[in-house]
């Protein structure tokens, strides 16, 4: 239906091509090949992309034909119903699977903010403690959901690390996994749910940790060449981030991580060598956090933006948070940003050595 768009497409046009798709040519199609997909797609599948409001079945003719549903302008739902990712449709099944469910995007949403594994009643309680519009969950009875029901799921998707003996869970992450598709949010207009600020804004404020921690997150995962990062407290590289990051190494994009925490830079030496350490001889990462500070900065591709700063801490030993960003080559923040370090940049370009071994010191 998507190659047909905008034009509609019979019901017999489309079994025949699917039935085509699954064994053989067009042309050899049988008849009753024909019947049994147009029976499977009528009582089955059409039903539910309807339901979804992914297709308009039209009641004067047989032809179906795609709406304009917002799921259409995501670049990654797209790639999922093209040929481009035909190699990992049995892993996209699992992972659709497994994001079908609205717990299961919560578990994975508080997962990613975490810094470290943790226990599977104290994930129990922050699951139950998200409930909004209703009463209070038996915490009990969120905790045999997690164990019987969901984080097997989660776990066959290899979204997480769940050890039965310790009783801990861990984010993993999935490299087709984005952080919207975890919010029930497309990726178009995710960063746009996280602020109040008008969307034409020059510079877009965001409130809270977890609302920071996302953004910076969706700006990782969508950086094609070049991320350049920092944090400037312990503490501060959660699950998701790491697992984020690590995925952009992966797929080729250049990343240089600063960051204070001895433990992180261990971490990342065994786990991500490809990234990039560095060391600012400025003191950048070595600033005060009593007060206001500027506690994460992600740079993506030298057109994306997002600087936050950390507040006063919590009775858990958690600071509060807030960010700024903005995108766009000429947005003012961004050319401020660029100007800045466009020397180091430079350094940065002209390192052909290897990384493995040392950090390179910047700043």
Not at 58 to 82: F, G, K, R
């Amino acid at each position: 239906m998507h190659d047909h768009a905008p034009a509609s497409i019979t019901r017999d046009e489309l079994a025949t091509s699917l039935a085509a798709n699954k064994n053989h040519s067009l042309e050899q199609v049988t008849n009753e090949e024909r019947k049994q997909t147009l029976t499977a797609i009528h009582h089955v599948h059409l039903p539910k992309l309807d339901t979804a409001g992914l297709i308009r079945q039209n009641t004067t003719d047989t032809t179906v034909e795609l709406t304009n549903h917002p799921a259409y302008q995501d670049v990654d739902i797209l790639a999922a119903i093209t040929d481009n990712v035909s190699a990992e449709s049995a892993s996209l099944d699992v992972l659709f699977r497994a994001l079908a469910d609205a717990r299961r995007r919560t578990i994975l949403d508080v997962l990613s903010h975490q810094y470290h594994p943790i226990k599977l009643q104290t994930l129990a309680h922050d699951i139950a403690s998200t409930q909004r519009g209703g009463p209070p969950e038996d915490v009990e009875q969120v905790l045999q959901s997690l164990q019987h029901v969901h984080l097997p799921h989660l776990q066959e998707a290899g979204l997480i690390e769940y050890n039965t003996d310790e009783e801990t869970v861990v984010y993993e992450g999935h490299p087709l996994l984005r952080v919207p598709w975890m919010h029930s949010e497309l990726g178009s207009n995710f960063r746009a749910t996280l602020t109040d600020t008008p969307k034409d804004a020059d510079i877009w404020t965001i409130d809270g940790r977890e609302k920071t921690v996302s953004c910076g997150q969706s700006l990782c995962e969508e950086a094609d060449e070049e991320l350049f990062l920092m944090f400037t407290a312990t503490g501060l590289l959660e699950a998701g981030c790491f697992s984020r990051i690590k995925q952009a190494a992966d797929r080729g994009v250049d990343v240089y991580l600063g960051t204070a925490d001895p433990t992180v830079e261990g971490f990342v030496r065994e786990h991500a060598p490809e990234v990039t350490l560095w060391e600012p001889q400025t003191n950048w990462l070595n600033l005060p956090v009593d007060g206001e500070n500027v506690g994460r900065l992600v740079f993506a591709d030298r057109e994306a933006v997002m600087i936050g700063t950390l507040g006063e801490k919590s009775d858990a030993g958690v600071h509060k948070e807030q960010a700024i960003f903005a995108e766009g080559a000429d947005n003012t923040l961004v050319i401020l940003l660029q100007q800045m370090i466009r020397s180091q940049f430079a350094k940065l370009d002209d390192q052909t050595e290897d990384h493995d071994s040392e950090s390179q010191s910047l700043f």
